[in-house]
């Protein structure tokens, strides 16, 4: 099966982007689309440990979280990604 590119535009901090162009051109990566490529899939196999392990801890304590624990959590972890 091909593989299909699909186009994104992001907007990025400008001291990001710099830092980024920055590594490209030392040859730290092949293009600003492999790097951001590479740091999505990253991203998305720490999400899907991140889901597994939230999975077995709940099995382990008593089962999904309830409404206001999930808002709890969605507080902390908006307050993590803004750090």
Same mark, same amino acid.
């Given at each position: 099966?091909? /593989? +299909?590119?699909?186009?994104? !535009?992001? !907007?990025? @901090?400008?001291?990001?982007? @710099?830092? /980024?162009? $920055?590594?490209?051109? &030392?040859?730290? %990566?092949?293009? /600003?689309?492999?790097?951001?490529?590479?740091?999505?899939?990253? &991203?998305? $196999?720490? *999400?899907?440990?991140?889901?597994?392990?939230?999975? +077995?801890?709940? @099995?382990? +304590?008593?089962? =999904?979280? !309830? =409404? *206001?624990?999930? %808002? $709890?959590?969605?507080?902390?972890?908006? @307050? *993590? %990604?803004?750090?």
């Amino acid at each position: 099966m091909a /593989v +299909t590119n699909s186009r994104m !535009t992001v !907007t990025v @901090d400008s001291n990001i982007a @710099d830092r /980024v162009k $920055a590594l490209i051109a &030392q040859g730290g %990566a092949s293009s /600003v689309s492999a790097y951001v490529e590479h740091a999505l899939r990253c &991203q998305l $196999a720490r *999400d899907a440990e991140f889901d597994e392990l939230l999975a +077995t801890m709940l @099995d382990e +304590t008593g089962g =999904p979280l !309830t =409404p *206001d624990e999930r %808002a $709890a959590a969605r507080r902390v972890l908006s @307050d *993590d %990604a803004a750090a």
